[in-house]
């Protein structure tokens, strides 16, 4: 039985694909913040590049990745896809489980697969700067490798509570020369007035994206860069599932299930929107988004116009979320915790097509010891979500033979203090209650 299903560099995708074009019903369009009319690529023009605003809103199924991303992309692109085989005999089950080993960039996440292509685009066009804000570390560590290959400077806002909890993704940062403060931060208004209310907070995603969009708007030098959510960022990430498919073909199999983690959707979307061809065409394929029970976007969240973050500056996406003012508990998957979900992903959940599933802290740290003492690596807490729900498939009836397919979005050699809080047993589970979910959607924008 082979173990890894591997292509060549030359195998590398050459274009992305755009399931925006594919999802029935479509996407609603972003809506000015204060006009709330339907936006144009010339009014984010000030911070993102024309090259990516194309993707953002293109019409294009497929769209081709220039050779200068295809170059840095073959550091560590193909990814292995492989056979979970030593999971599978500790769980008992006659499922096949395969997983997507994404940490293998040279930042130990999927996040580079955007991050190469977003600093590209802004070079092209002459972007000096670029700033950004990071949940867990993987988005920050990613784009300061990309600026890195671009000669670009980068300054990266980073959820205080990771910043603390995290210092070798700081340092990592550092290492590839870019900038890295805890954010709410004295150098924003944004980051002023937030620390004026709650001098404590642990941060939020929402709040380091108002840093991160008023430092661009604030240079003339500098522009944007987000790490999941946006049309373009999932469709960057698709070269995950395009690989996959063509990895499953070459040993045989097709898929019954697809699982990923959602944060803001980007790994999820780029392993499983590749494979909704096939779904539309009859294909029989769960797709399960997994999130945690403490920031519940998809499972509790509603459908709706929403800003992306806390100071209301950026665009209104129609997605679902929990409020932009949603500050969520301190859980260890940094990068799960934002109140909002791309509008891709959102898409699919709401014509049905993506199942979504929440599960707890613990459950899913258990899952990720579970999967390193079987497989040897060590996942992301991120990660262990998609492996716990990959878990709760294979086992569900452990005699049924399916096909599981999971993204595994990163590894966890930098998140090692969580494991130590997990093994310490300083780790809880938590529920988002219908109380604060209702004072928190009270918040949303009246369309
Ligand atoms: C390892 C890992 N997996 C998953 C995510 C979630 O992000 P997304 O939903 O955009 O893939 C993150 C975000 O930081 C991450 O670091």
């Known amino acids: 039985m082979t173990k890894k299903i591997l292509l060549s560099d030359g195998e590398i995708p050459r274009q992305w694909y755009n399931a925006a074009v594919d999802i029935p019903g479509g996407l609603n369009p972003p809506l000015d913040p204060v006009s709330k009319q339907p936006m144009g690529p010339e009014k984010l023009a000030p911070i993102f590049p024309m090259g990516l605003l194309a993707q953002e809103m293109s019409d294009q199924r497929f769209i081709d990745i220039p050779q200068e991303v295809l170059d840095i992309y073959a550091i560590w692109r193909t990814t292995p896809l492989v056979r979970a085989t030593n999971l599978e005999k500790a769980l008992g089950t006659k499922s096949k489980i395969f997983f997507k080993n994404e940490s293998v960039s040279p930042v130990g996440s999927h996040k580079a697969n955007s991050a190469v292509p977003q600093a590209f685009f802004n070079m092209k066009e002459g972007v000096k700067r670029l700033s950004t804000e990071t949940g867990a570390g993987q988005w920050g560590c990613a784009l300061s490798f990309a600026t890195s290959k671009f000669g670009l400077e980068c300054k990266v806002y980073m959820v205080r509570v990771s910043f603390e909890q995290k210092p070798y993704r700081k340092s990592m940062i550092q290492t590839y020369g870019a900038t890295v403060i805890p954010s709410p931060s004295t150098d924003t208004k944004a980051g002023r007035d937030i620390l004026a209310e709650f001098p404590d907070t642990p941060g939020s995603l929402g709040i380091a994206i108002s840093e991160a969009v008023e430092d661009a708007f604030s240079r003339q030098d500098t522009k944007y860069a987000l790490g999941s959510v946006l049309n373009h960022v999932c469709v960057h990430q698709s070269v995950i599932g395009l690989e996959a498919k063509r990895q499953l073909a070459m040993a045989g199999e097709t898929a019954d299930v ?87 992903v959102s898409a699919m959940v709401r014509e049905n097509i993506v199942e979504p599933l929440k599960v707890q802290q613990l459950e899913c740290f258990e899952a990720g010891v579970l999967f390193a003492r079987a497989e040897g690596i060590i996942p992301a807490p991120e990660t262990c979500h998609a492996i716990r729900a990959a878990i709760i498939e294979a086992t569900r009836d452990l005699k049924k033979e399916q096909t599981i397919l999971f993204n595994f979005s990163g590894h966890g050699l930098l998140d090692m203090s969580s494991y130590d809080k997990y093994f310490a047993g ?8 219908e109380a604060e979910l209702t004072r928190s959607l009270a918040g949303l924008p009246k369309i």
Do not use: W
Request: one cysteine or more; proline letters at 8%.
């Open 258 to 344: 697809i699982i990923g983690c959602c944060g803001g959707g980007s790994n999820f979307a780029g392993l499983a929107a590749p494979f909704l061809p096939d779904y539309l065409e009859g294909k029989k394929i769960r797709f399960i988004g997994v999130e945690p029970a403490s920031c519940p976007t998809l499972t509790m969240g509603k459908l709706a116009y929403d800003y992306g973050d806390v100071a209301q500056s950026t665009p209104l996406l129609y997605m679902y979320t929990l409020g932009h003012g949603f500050i969520p508990p301190g859980i260890h998957a940094g990068g799960l915790r934002y109140h909002g979900m791309a509008p891709m």
């Open 426 to 433: 300083e780790l809880h589970d938590y529920d988002y209650s």
